[in-house]
């Protein structure tokens, strides 16, 4: 038998591979965010990322002659379900973490005083955030831990400028009801925390 007949090359392999790492290129942080402004966790924020890039080339596996016409909406909607999933889990249920977590270690270096501070205070705006609806989180996230203009936020969620100035507006007045409700938070301090994410 010549030598490459047991396995011929695939042509289609390089090229799906191409685009495969062209789609995370454009959409894995996109990914991300939304998982992490669902759980405010960035580890599991990149597991959800993972997890949604795996499936699609899974996908792409199992029916190579199918296209997905919207990969961006295809990634956006497996992520959002899987980062629901992980809700539903047994981890997520009986509260099991990491075992770094549950002793307190966070760095093998001793924090200064302002950092901890710092760190209780972000902490603090975190457990606001999470009570917020998860399009309230999404928004804030996109605006002040990406830093993304109104006209990137509008492309990236598919909606008008307007809409995100309304939606962002909205949202920021819902975070200082709630951050005013706490009690815990002097003037200023949220929103320059809040970029800090």
Do not use: C
């Not at 966070?106 to 975190?126: K, T, V």
């Amino acid at each position: 038998m010549p030598k490459g007949e047991l396995n011929p090359p695939d042509p289609r392999g390089s090229a799906r591979r191409a685009e495969f790492e062209s789609l995370y290129e454009q959409h894995s942080r996109e990914v991300w965010a939304l998982a992490y402004a669902r759980w405010m966790d960035s580890d599991l924020a990149m597991d959800v990322t993972q997890e949604t890039f795996l499936r699609l080339w899974k996908q792409w596996e199992a029916n190579p002659a199918e296209e997905i016409q919207n990969p961006r909406a295809w990634l956006l909607r497996v992520a959002r379900n899987l980062a629901e999933d992980y809700a539903k889990s047994a981890f997520r249920r009986y509260g099991t973490q990491p075992p770094e977590l549950l002793n307190g270690v966070r760095s093998s270096q001793p924090l200064p005083a302002d950092e901890m501070e710092r760190q209780e205070q972000f902490a603090q705006l975190r457990a606001v955030l999470e009570e917020l609806a998860p399009a309230d989180r999404e928004i804030l996230t996109l605006r002040y831990a990406f830093d993304y203009d109104a006209n990137t936020i509008a492309e990236r969620l598919n909606v008008a400028v307007t809409a995100v100035h309304m939606r962002l507006s909205r949202a920021r007045q819902r975070l200082a009801e709630r951050l005013a409700t706490h009690g815990d938070f002097t003037p200023g301090e949220p929103a320059g925390e809040t970029k800090k994410t």
